[in-house]
């Protein structure tokens, strides 16, 4: 029979001749019965990221004629040349919904981050996440999630959770966090460690043999409840550790300029400014190896709009008519094209991160490009396309378009953690689970 507990326990240590305590989580005896090379000579690590882009491309101006390396780039995905060499287009691909109720501008974005709808409140991590878990565990901080239009949406989610990773919208306040006074530069000469770090440290060692006194005291429901709560407190630890450790040297860390306050909001200029201060703050961020995974948001809904426009994109796509003569919506494809320019824009900063002769942070990424629709202005989850960057460290090859027509995107998903290093054989669920990568872009 489980001993019922008061709310007010404390796992109760000492820590220089201080009393200290540490709370715990709701368990069921509270409750009632309702209840390039490193200077170790290491490699570089592998980065990560995601971008997601919401309303799609236009029909008929984007997938290119031919498949292979040597495809010609349709109009809408011209502003990308540049990276043409580093990417990889992938067409044909499909959003399932197993017959579940679309959530429009949300479903795809799921799916094609996670591998599935959401079940219930609690969905499947995100790739981010699940890829985090590989390369990310020994870096200041997990992953970083930013909004290019301010708000804090954001694709990422951790194992298990009930809501998604906050983004942060101001440039600012990631400068602070990032490169503020608990950033420890890994070429420094000197490495004083951070005094709080250690007292939280210290706290939570101090209160061991507390923990399995008192879980010997519990059900088998609450021992394994603790077990999980103390999982995610260790995680907590290892991060810790982290801080209390001279960082290794790399060569082409560098602090960026400080960053001011800048206005955020969803018109086209205020986006392209913080897109740019974003770009620039990750790729030191990368480079100094303070992350190793990174979430780009381009807004709820891509509820951008011009400065002064009365209509945002997302309703231009509803409600803008064909032109006749043209055969698209000419203010929705301006939309598309500038937040193209935009994406090319963010690469060109996170490009100017040189790393060794010839070499820039694409030579040790994959970052993943996604939307939420194949064409927005009918919420089709058909021919939708996605995009990655980068070549995993000589792991992946690019360059490529290719047409996987009905296929579910899991599989640029599962082809990416693969490229990552996981050892996993399918990803996704229902209809949208796959075992198929796309082995000619695997190295």
């Not at 011209?78 to 959530?103: I, Q, V």
């Not at 409140?121 to 565990?137: F, M, R, T, Y």
């Not at 919420?379 to 009905?406: C, E, F, M, Q």
């Amino acid at each position: 029979m489980t001993t019922t507990f008061s709310r007010r326990q404390m796992l109760r240590g000492a820590m220089g001749g201080t009393a200290i305590a540490v709370g715990l989580p709701f368990l069921d005896c509270f409750l009632n019965s309702n209840g390039t090379a490193l200077a170790s000579g290491q490699a570089l690590p592998l980065v990560f990221g995601t971008y997601f882009q919401a309303l799609s491309f236009t029909p008929g101006r984007w997938i290119p004629s031919s498949t292979g390396k040597d495809y010609e780039t349709k109009v809408e995905l011209k502003p990308l040349d540049a990276f043409k060499s580093r990417m990889n287009l992938f067409s044909g691909l499909k959003y399932f919904h197993d017959g579940r109720p679309m959530e429009d501008h949300r479903s795809g974005w799921q799916i094609a981050s996670s591998g599935g709808l959401v079940i219930g409140n609690v969905s499947q991590p995100s790739i981010d996440d699940i890829i985090g878990e590989k390369i990310g565990a020994r870096s200041r901080f997990r992953s970083l999630e930013v909004s290019l239009s301010g708000g804090k949406n954001s694709a990422s989610r951790r194992a298990g959770s009930a809501a998604y990773n906050p983004a942060e919208p101001l440039p600012a306040a990631l400068y602070t966090r990032l490169f503020g006074p608990e950033f420890k530069d890994p070429n420094a000469a000197e490495f004083t460690p951070d005094a709080m770090a250690m007292a939280r440290k210290s706290v939570l060692s101090a209160v061991t043999e507390d923990r399995k006194a008192f879980a010997t005291k519990l059900g088998a429901a609450d021992r394994a409840r603790l077990d999980e709560y103390f999982s995610s407190v260790r995680q907590i630890e290892q991060q810790l550790a982290i801080e209390l450790q001279k960082p290794a040297p790399l060569e082409h860390c560098t602090k960026p300029d400080v960053v001011t306050e800048t206005p955020t909001g969803n018109t086209v200029d205020l986006v392209e400014t913080n897109t740019k201060l974003f770009g620039q703050l990750l790729g030191h961020a990368l480079a100094c190896d303070q992350t190793r995974v990174i979430n780009v948001h381009l807004g709820q809904h891509s509820a951008i709009r011009e400065k002064g426009g009365s209509l945002a994109w997302h309703s231009l796509t509803h409600e803008e008519p064909t032109d006749e003569k043209l055969g698209y919506q000419p203010k929705v494809v301006w939309f598309i094209d500038w937040a193209n320019k935009n994406f090319a824009g963010f690469l060109t900063e996170l490009e100017k991160i040189k790393e060794g002769d010839n070499k820039t942070l694409f030579d040790r990424m994959a970052l993943m490009w996604f939307t939420d629709h194949g064409d927005a202005r009918v919420h089709s989850v058909d021919n939708v396309p996605l995009i990655t960057v980068g070549n995993a460290g000589g792991r992946l090859k690019t360059g490529y378009h290719i047409s996987a027509a009905g296929d579910p995107s899991a599989r640029v998903g599962l082809t990416l953690q693969q490229a990552m290093g996981l050892p996993v054989n399918s990803w996704g669920t229902s209809s949208n689970l796959t075992t198929k990568t796309f082995s000619e872009i695997l190295a």
